[in-house]
């Protein structure tokens, strides 16, 4: 007999990735996180690596109706943990996700091998980039010289249309 008709079973890669409400308490985040990781050992997955939500600000506004009313919301947690788990189990973990209230938006995603191999730390990322980007502020000329030197460019700009005329 196959080993594939011998009872194996195929596993695939996922990653959730989620926004939480930041109406949600800076103290009761990590609690939702634990939530949402139980759900997917509840329905068989087996948990491998993750990034703790902290909060951030979104690049767009999000509008979700909450409490009786549309609520517009610019910042959220976004954290992420990726999983082993049958494909068909899938569609549990999805209807968990989709009953929890904490959450703003989330993503299942089955990742590629390059993908699996090569997480991407999102905070990580962020704070690196907030860095760099302190570093070519502390670079930039001020807007006293810059107008100073626009003024100078247009002068000479003038100057040689009007010799060009003459």
């Known amino acids: 007999m196959p080993a594939a008709e011998a009872g194996d079973v195929e596993i695939s890669s ?11 308490a800076e103290g009761e985040v990590p609690a939702v996180f634990q939530t949402l990781k139980d759900i997917i050992t509840k329905a068989g997955g087996e948990l491998s690596i993750e990034e703790a939500p902290a909060r951030f600000d979104l690049a767009y506004e999000i509008v979700q109706y909450l409490e009786g009313r549309n609520r517009k919301f610019t910042s959220a947690y976004f954290g992420w ?6 494909p068909a189990k899938i569609e549990f973990i999805l209807e968990d996700l989709a009953g929890a209230k904490e959450l703003l938006r989330h993503m299942v995603i089955k990742l590629t091998k390059n993908e ?3 997480p991407f730390y999102f905070h990580e990322a962020l704070e690196e980039l907030k860095s760099e980007t302190i570093e070519v502020d502390a670079e930039v000329t001020p807007k006293k010289e810059v107008a ?5 460019k247009t ?5 040689e249309v009007e010799e060009e005329a003459k």
């Open 14 to 24: 996922y990653e959730l990735a989620f926004h939480v409400l930041p109406t949600v």
């Open 81 to 86: 943990v990726r999983f082993t788990i049958e």
């Open 116 to 118: 699996e191999a090569h």
């Open 148 to 152: 100073q030197a626009d003024d100078s």
């Open 155 to 159: 002068e000479a700009k003038e100057t």
